[in-house]
């Protein structure tokens, strides 16, 4: 069972896209999957609820420190969505579990700072101080053609202690196919092709790390 850990400091910034989008890539793919959410918004359970029958299924699971043993035996995928403003406590069920973590970040400063701090949090703990827990930056909401994405990327790489692993751009297809329960990976279409190869590095760097 391969578990992956999305968590971030910052609220709105993302972490739900990640979760779904991972969920759909993975169900898609004929893996079994399931979601735990730990967001007290509960989003990623309610687009499960809006999924549709004619997709393959995704399991949700709501938050817990027994969460994992309520999961389905055959489970094969497991992504993990946690609240904003967490701390190494609010982590530690889903810490043991994890083989990597995911930090979505916003292309703006006051998103850059907050998460600078949150990355010093995880640099300490210990599975992650000793190289066994991979952490990997996804760049979201970018706007490739600006400035400001450009900077705040390359201030991220400078100055963060993990890598960057992906580039996600600012698109409305997520937030439509999110009130639908679904995500870019459920259809085949030309016009979201071009979105599913924006994940293509981030999945390898998981499938590399695990």
Known sequence: MLTTLVASSKGGCGKTTLVTQLATHWAQSGKQTAVIDADRQHSSLRWVA???????????????????????????????????????????????????????????????????????????????????????????????????????????AERAPFPVVAELRDSQAYVLLTALGKGIFDYHSENVRGHQEDWAKLLRWIKRST
């Open 50 to 156: 809006r999924r549709p029958e004619n997709v393959p299924a995704v399991t949700a699971i709501e938050g817990s420190r027994r969460a994992f043993d309520r999961l389905p035996g055959d489970v094969q995928r497991v992504i993990v969505d946690t609240p904003a403003g967490v701390d190494e406590k609010d982590l530690e069920p889903y810490l043991e579990h994890a083989d990597v973590i995911l930090v979505p970040v916003l292309p703006s400063h006051f998103d850059l700072d907050a998460t600078l701090d949150f990355l010093t949090v995880l640099k300490g703990i210990n599975r992650i101080k000793r190289g066994k827990l991979p952490v990997g930056l996804v760049g979201n909401r970018l706007k490739p053609w600006t400035n400001a994405s450009q900077s705040a990327l390359a201030e991220l």
